[in-house]
């Protein structure tokens, strides 16, 4: 056998690339992780050079994002702590279980020594760049890819390592930081415009809080869709599209859809819309789960990022202050950096007094927090809790409209408006008075009937039951104190009755839904999302549209006749057709009953 010539496998590779091992610098790798996890002037020094996605091997990439989480907090990095940090997250199999640890940290690097091999990894890094760049522009031409095609690919990578030479490390991304005072002075923030539906203006951070029930997703989807497809939201006027990156790890695929088509969305219909579905991010508290997150939001573009439910991103205890303090840090400080505005859901706590779930100081980070309410009848109250510069309106009374079409949410059908001002003007302003089951709605009920500012709760409770208005008792005592507090005040003492006796006539329907029948409904109340209990409301049906493009339907103009119900042929309160509405909102459009008449023994019932 002295004619055979012997080859190492490690010289050659297969044609087909199957054996090549990237362009890497292992050595370098190791003596940088073993500095770096003793000395914050090392990563800091190394971070100036190179960053996570220059690095190879897997365990020296997840020892330099803990390393980087310890820094960012302003403390000293140590192998002990690293080892807590990555058994803390379970991943200890990641680094040898813990063996790559207690390897790199014996024998390292003296801090000052470490940039020095830093710039090796970074030469290796580009190196393999190419190489990858290379290999996928084999596979192209294997597949038969035209030369307009690769043309295009070489462009891409060129204009890719470009903007990384000019944005990459050194000092001039530190002392980009540094603000030019004139032309910080030249700017005008006060005139920067807020997004559509006046909740926030660009580059904030916001947490919309709400009970599951509340249809907060729901909510926050067509916003966002509205958004991104260039539309008006809540009456504020359109505005140029917007791109959103929307994180969702809380709605089925089968849901999405169907609010999606029920918003008038579909196939050429998303605008700049980027949904990733149950996406596989590391916990966004961490600082791999912040790489990520920033590596979606540069790949799409967006200007502003959707956190479907917040509670699903993170690893860390909901109570403990430090996860909230880590996903700021590590996620919601780099979005703001770049200014890149969030939308975070979140669920009320046991007690809906204190706000959202788990510690206090997930509030303070954000520049607005919003409580979304369901009132029933398809009523929501959107009401601002907490605010950080006071721009913009702190109440909205909202209505969600929604149309079946058979057992389908009918395309288009399902919006999110703003409700009518009550019209005696017992709204305060805040149009909550239009919404059956606020307390302002029963102020509002209570002077209309003529009802006296000093009844106590027996007498109201009284009245409102002969008005078939129910109400909690909380609700009732807060409606009570807030009209005895104006007892004095001159002009509202609208009655000088002074008992619970019935009235002459009956309060007019001009808050259709507060009848008996019309706040349970079993089964959807909207699209993609199921009751979860008997006294989840229904949606109000579909006002009839001028136009039919989603935007609101105009008021009539004019006198208002009597315009009896296309369902159930009662009449309807002049004050409702006057807002353009022909049918009262609980009458069922499948049985053609009034909700004071309850359909008959084995008809279908009303799930919208």
């Known amino acids: 056998m002295d004619n055979v010539r012997h080859f190492n496998p490690r010289d050659t590779a297969d044609d087909d690339g199957l054996n090549h091992t990237p362009p890497h610098d292992r050595e370098a790798e ?10 914050a002037q090392a990563y800091t020094e190394c971070a100036e050079v190179i960053d996570r996605d220059d690095i190879f091997a897997h365990g020296n990439r997840l020892i330099w994002d803990i390393v980087g989480g310890i820094v960012a907090a302003g403390d000293q ?16 199999r990641e ?32 190196q393999r760049r190419f190489d990858e760049h290379s290999t996928a522009l084999k596979a192209a031409i294997v597949r038969k890819a035209d030369s307009s095609e690769l043309a295009e690919m070489v462009a891409a990578f ?31 923030f006060g005139a920067v415009q807020l997004l559509p539906g006046k909740l926030m203006g660009p580059g904030q951070q916001i947490t919309v809080v709400g009970d599951g029930k509340a249809g907060k997703s729901l909510f926050v989807q067509e916003w966002a869709w509205r958004m991104a497809t260039g539309q008006s939201f809540l009456d504020d006027k359109a505005q140029a599209p917007i791109r959103i990156l929307y994180l969702d790890a809380e709605n089925g695929q089968e849901q999405v859809q169907e609010r999606f088509l029920s918003f008038g969305g579909g196939h050429g219909r998303m605008g700049e819309l980027r949904y990733a579905s149950f996406p596989p991010v590391r916990p966004l508290d961490t600082a791999g789960g912040g790489a990520d997150l920033m590596a979606l939001v540069k790949a799409t573009g967006a200007e502003l990022v959707v956190i479907d439910t917040v509670s699903r991103f993170i690893s860390g205890p909901e109570n403990d202050a430090d996860t909230w303090l880590s996903l700021y ?9 770049e200014r890149v505005g969030s939308i975070r859901l979140d669920h009320f706590g046991k007690d809906k007094e204190r706000g959202g779930r788990g510690s206090s100081a997930k509030t303070q980070d954000v520049d607005h927090v919003w409580e979304l309410a369901a009132q029933g009848g398809g009523s929501l109250t959107l009401k601002r809790t907490h605010t950080r510069t006071g721009i913009g309106p702190d109440y909205f009374a909202l209505l969600r409209q ?9 395309p288009g ?20 008075a239009a919404i059956p089951g606020t307390v302002e709605h029963l102020v509002a009920t209570l002077d209309r009937a003529g009802v006296p500012n000093d009844a106590g709760n027996r007498v109201v409770r009284a009245k409102l039951t002969e008005l078939e208005i129910s109400a909690g008792n909380e609700k009732i005592a807060k409606a009570v104190a807030t009209r005895k507090a104006r007892a004095n005040m001159p002009g509202f003492d609208v009655s000088g009755e002074r008992s619970a006796d019935r009235s002459a006539g009956r309060f007019p329907e001009t808050f259709p839904g507060t009848h008996p029948g019309t706040h349970e409904t079993a089964g959807q109340t909207f699209p993609g999302t199921l009751a979860e209990t008997s006294g989840t409301p229904p949606v109000p049906p579909f006002p009839p549209s001028r136009g039919g493009n989603g935007m609101g339907t105009p008021e009539h103009t004019g006198e208002a006749e009597a315009h009896p119900c296309d369902i159930c042929g009662r009449p309807i309160d002049p004050d409702w057709a006057h807002r353009g509405y022909t049918t009262h909102l609980g009458c069922d459009p499948t049985t053609g009953s009034h909700p004071d008449t309850p359909p008959t023994p084995g008809s279908p019932t009303n799930r919208a």
Do not use: C
Not at 30 to 39: K, R
Not at 78 to 83: I, T
Not at 96 to 105: A, E, S, Y
């Open 30 to 39: 190791d003596l940088v992780t073993g500095a770096i996890m003793h000395s």
């Open 402 to 410: 929604a149309r079946r079409d058979g057992d389908n949410w009918m």
């Open 158 to 188: 060129q204009q890719a390592e470009t903007l990384r030479e000019s944005t990459g490390h050194g000092p001039a991304h530190l002392v980009a930081a540094l603000l030019d005072w004139d032309q910080f002075f030249a700017t005008d």
């Open 413 to 432: 059908g399902t919006r999110h408006v703003l409700a009518a001002p009550d019209p005696a003007g017992f709204d305060s302003g805040t149009g909550l």
């Open 77 to 92: 990095p140590h192998p002990v702590l690293v080892r807590a940090a990555i058994e803390k997250q379970g991943r200890l």
């Open 95 to 126: 680094v040898d279980n813990g063996h790559l640890i207690d390897r790199l940290g014996t024998e390292y690097l003296p801090a000052p020594m470490a940039a020095k091999f830093a710039e090796r990894i970074y030469e290796t890094a580009r």
């Open 329 to 337: 840090r590590h996620t919601l400080l780099p979005l703001k950096r």
